[in-house]
């Protein structure tokens, strides 16, 4: 023989973009505690570039740096809403 390791074979990707996401992968939990939803906005190439810029400058991901600020905008107990 030649040494070389065995086949592998593909790993089967789920059908949907809905199930690509909830798909367990590393870092997940299987209870589903650990599933996010994406959200998809448009901003302008500027804006995107800003929020970029400024993410960096705080040493943070954009999409960290957009969950606190949404955090921070909606929290949990809101209480009497307007």
């Known amino acids: 023989m030649n040494g070389r390791s065995p086949k ?33 906005i448009d901003v302008t190439p500027e804006l995107r570039g800003r929020i970029k810029i400024a993410a960096f400058g705080r040493g943070q991901t954009v999409a960290d740096m957009l969950r606190d600020l949404l955090a921070h905008e909606f929290p949990e107990s809101q209480g009497d809403i307007p």
């Open 8 to 40: 592998r074979g593909f790993i089967a990707r789920p059908g949907t973009a809905e199930d690509w996401i909830k798909e367990s992968g590393p870092g997940r939990s299987s209870d589903g505690s650990a599933f996010t939803a994406r959200l998809t």
